[in-house]
T-cell receptor, first 114, second 111 residues
Framework: EAQVTQNPRYLITVTGKKLTVTCSQN?????MSWYRQDPGLGLRQIYY???????DKGDVPEGYKVSRKEKRNFPLILESPSPNQTSLYFC?????????????FGNGTRLTVT | GQSLEQPSEVTAVEGAIVQINCTYQ??????LSWYQQHDGGAPTFLSY????GLEETGRFSSFLSRSDSYGYLLLQELQMKDSASYFC????????????FGSGTRLLVRP
């Protein structure tokens, strides 16, 4: 089944403790992206990647890192999480750069930083 | 800047028709997309309008008017399972290939 898989689904951590949220897609998609979703703010892009070893900042990249060493994986790294990073995170991928290429989303990771 | 505005909430009755509007301010974009998100779930793609006019997919239709900076999603024969949040989104024309989302409209379908 074609899908984007994120892990974990839920994560509670403390300020400053490094964490990684994994994202993997099995559709051979070139484009991958991370979004965070907060009430009233919709989905905001954190980082995106056009292909292996090609990543760039989205609208809200502060406090986050990403890597794209393989086409299928695009982990999100929080080196020193803070409470304002408490949010619902989504990884997404699409097949190409055509404007009508839909984004396929993972099931989300709800992160709480205390 | 680029922004998309949607009503925060819409309520409608089962079997009725509802229209969810999206107005945008953006310097240029490829097309208008719509995504559906049920509570606790992931957004899923519904439709895409590259050109002005109406696109129909079953009970759902989407409309775009670039001259009016306006689009809408039309849901017909509403069902309880249509209760969800709906997001409009545009893909920017810059090198970021970014999809910018509106803040979403929560649709509540009542019996």
């Amino acid at each position: 089944e074609a899908q984007v898989t994120q892990n974990p689904r839920y994560l509670i951590t403390v300020t400053g403790k490094k964490l990684t949220v994994t994202c993997s897609q099995n559709m051979n998609h070139e484009y991958m992206s991370w979004y965070r979703q907060d009430p009233g703010l919709g989905l905001r892009q954190i980082y995106y990647s056009m292909n292996v070893e090609v990543t760039d900042k989205g609208d809200v990249p502060e406090g986050y890192k990403v890597s794209r060493k393989e086409k299928r994986n695009f982990p999100l790294i929080l080196e020193s999480p803070s409470p304002n990073q408490t949010s619902l995170y989504f990884c997404a991928s699409s097949s190409g750069q055509a404007p009508n290429s839909p984004l396929h989303f993972g099931n989300g990771t709800r992160l709480t930083v205390t | 800047g680029q922004s998309l505005e949607q009503p925060s909430e819409v309520t409608a009755v089962e079997g009725a028709i509802v229209q969810i509007n999206c107005t945008y301010q953006t310097s240029g974009f490829y097309g208008l997309s719509w995504y559906q998100q049920h509570d606790g779930g992931a957004p899923t793609f519904l439709s895409y309008n590259a050109l002005d006019g109406l696109e129909e997919t079953g009970r759902f239709s989407s409309f775009l008017s670039r001259s009016d900076s306006y689009g809408y999603l039309l849901l017909q024969e509403l069902q309880m399972k249509d209760s969800a949040s709906y997001f409009c989104a545009v893909r920017t024309m810059d090198s970021s290939y970014k999809l910018i989302f509106g803040s979403g409209t929560r649709l509540l379908v009542r019996p």
